[in-house]
């Protein structure tokens, strides 16, 4: 095993839609060790595929407490194919280190995907964060970005901007909007 460079927003990799599996041979099995291995050496509840700059569709979760024995599951070519109702609750990610906003998901989903086996799983997830920590990683193999579903674009605006992290995809005055005539606004 061994630990991979995370990308890190912001980075055209994190952008890019990714491929289908179809091997499951040894190289997609060391994939999934390196990528597990890099998820908890940096205390992540999940990883994606292009976040260790490999644009497949595999992603990575293991959502037990710090006390538990760890419990991974290796998503091959994921796809929510039922999801419904709505729920709110901070997420942050390893490609944007010390960023941390609400973020609106579904709040009941079920996912199909295939294994190390190529064998096809199902899996029910609502109200917790395995259902949240699916739909941010299944995210990522379309090339999308929590940043895109933050509850408030101004406090995701903030927090990257905190870090140093703003990018250039953002225009931060599209998002606030100076009614005319209070051009002088105070900001505390
Ligand atoms: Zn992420």
Same mark, same amino acid.
């Given at each position: &095993?061994?630990?991979?460079?995370? $990308? !890190?927003?912001?980075?055209?990799?994190?952008?890019?839609? *990714? +491929?289908?599996? *179809?091997?499951?041979?040894?190289?997609?099995?060391?994939?999934?060790?390196?990528?597990?291995?890099? &998820?908890?050496?940096?205390? @992540? $509840?999940?990883? %994606?595929?292009?976040?260790?700059?490999? !644009?497949?569709?595999?992603?990575?979760?293991?959502?037990? /407490?710090?006390?538990?024995?760890?419990?991974?599951? $290796?998503?091959?070519?994921?796809?929510?194919?039922?999801?419904?109702?709505?729920? *709110?609750?901070?997420?942050?990610?390893?490609?944007?280190? /010390?960023?941390?906003?609400?973020?609106?998901?579904?709040?009941?989903?079920?996912? +199909?995907?295939?294994?190390?086996? @190529?064998?096809?799983?199902?899996?029910?997830?609502?109200?917790? !964060?395995?259902?949240?920590?699916?739909?941010?990683?299944?995210?990522?193999?379309?090339?999308?970005?929590?940043?895109?579903?933050? $509850?408030?674009?101004?406090?995701?605006? !903030?927090?990257?901007? +905190?870090? /140093?992290?703003? @990018?250039?995809?953002?225009?931060? %005055?599209?998002?606030? +909007?100076?009614?005319?005539?209070?051009?002088?606004? &105070?900001?505390?």
């Amino acid at each position: &095993m061994a630990k991979l460079q995370l $990308v !890190l927003y912001p980075s055209d990799t994190l952008n890019q839609k *990714t +491929k289908k599996i *179809t091997r499951f041979d040894s190289a997609t099995r060391r994939l999934a060790q390196d990528m597990l291995e890099t &998820m908890y050496a940096n205390n @992540g $509840v999940g990883l %994606a595929a292009p976040q260790v700059g490999v !644009l497949k569709r595999m992603m990575v979760i293991d959502v037990s /407490g710090e006390d538990e024995p760890r419990k991974p599951t $290796v998503f091959i070519n994921p796809e929510i194919i039922e999801s419904s109702g709505e729920m *709110t609750g901070n997420e942050g990610c390893l490609s944007f280190p /010390g960023v941390f906003f609400e973020v609106r998901r579904r709040s009941r989903i079920v996912v +199909k995907f295939q294994n190390l086996a @190529g064998k096809e799983q199902k899996l029910a997830a609502a109200d917790n !964060l395995l259902c949240r920590a699916i739909q941010h990683e299944l995210d990522h193999l379309e090339g999308q970005l929590f940043v895109d579903k933050a $509850v408030s674009k101004l406090a995701a605006e !903030l927090e990257l901007s +905190k870090n /140093g992290l703003l @990018g250039e995809t953002i225009d931060i %005055a599209q998002t606030v +909007k100076i009614p005319a005539g209070e051009t002088e606004l &105070m900001f505390g």
